[in-house]
């Protein structure tokens, strides 16, 4: 099992370009969220998804969109980076709701 | 939501017991506690979760205080790879509101 599979790993972006993190699972979770780490800082919570076709906002979704098409993938987009948005993006599955979670290794991110 | 109060750092000495306190005296009677640790330069990973007794497993033990406003983790014999951020979450349990939230964690030095 590859488990929470995150690309790319690292990445560097413009102020205004836009850029699409992506995330997978094979372990037929319904849960998976994303969340950012910024240094010296816990995790916030960005978006999540209960299932296919469902999702919801976390605590900081300004600037992210999200979209659950199918269970297994659950890609993070940035419509117009913004320097605010640099930070270490983890995504994160679970089997029912967000006990357990299963993290990636995340996706490093620089906004210049 | 809950909130959390964590020692932000805490030394052992390798081979030894740790006990890693935490505080959530807002805790809500359906919110489990759960316990994550974050090593360097990789995302969380799960270490254990309880609701009112205690809980054993392969990694740690969870010590949860009769009236639920503080619980201990527990690692019987620390290793230098236990060397970790340890955060201590409630889960916010309402239908449609599920959340994790990480604060900052205890940040543990194993010294060997």
């Known amino acids: 099992n590859a488990g929470v599979t995150q690309t790319p790993k690292f990445q560097v972006l413009k102020t205004g370009q836009s850029m699409t993190l992506q995330c997978a699972q094979d372990?037929?979770?319904?849960?998976m969220s994303w969340y950012r780490q910024d240094p010296g800082m816990g995790l916030r919570l960005i978006h999540y998804?209960?299932?296919?076709?469902?999702?919801d906002q976390g605590e900081v979704p300004n600037g992210y969109n999200v979209s659950r098409s199918t269970t297994e993938d659950f890609p993070l987009r940035l419509l117009s980076a913004a320097p605010s948005q640099t930070s270490v993006y983890f995504c994160?599955?679970?089997?029912?709701?967000?006990?357990?979670?299963?993290f990636g290794s995340g996706t490093q991110l620089s906004v210049l | 939501d809950a909130k959390t109060t964590q020692p932000n750092s805490m030394e052992s000495n390798e081979e030894e017991p740790v006990h890693l306190p935490c505080n959530h005296s807002?805790?809500?009677?359906?919110?489990?506690i759960h316990w994550y640790r974050q090593l360097p330069s990789q995302g969380p990973e799960y270490v254990i979760h309880?609701?009112?007794s205690n809980v054993n497993n392969r990694m740690a033990s969870l010590a949860i205080a009769e009236d639920r406003k503080s619980s201990t983790l527990i690692l019987h014999r620390a290793t230098l790879r236990d060397a970790a951020v340890y955060y201590c979450?409630?889960?916010?349990?309402?239908?449609?509101?599920?959340?994790?939230?990480f604060g900052t964690g205890t940040r543990l030095t194993i010294i060997p």
């Open positions: 998804s209960v299932g296919a076709g469902i999702t």
């Open positions: 807002t805790i809500s009677g359906t919110d489990y």
């Open positions: 309880g609701l009112t």
């Open positions: 979450i409630p889960r916010i349990s309402n239908f449609g509101n599920e959340k994790l939230t």
């Open positions: 372990m037929n979770h319904e849960y």
């Open positions: 994160a599955s679970s089997y029912s709701g967000p006990a357990k979670l299963f």
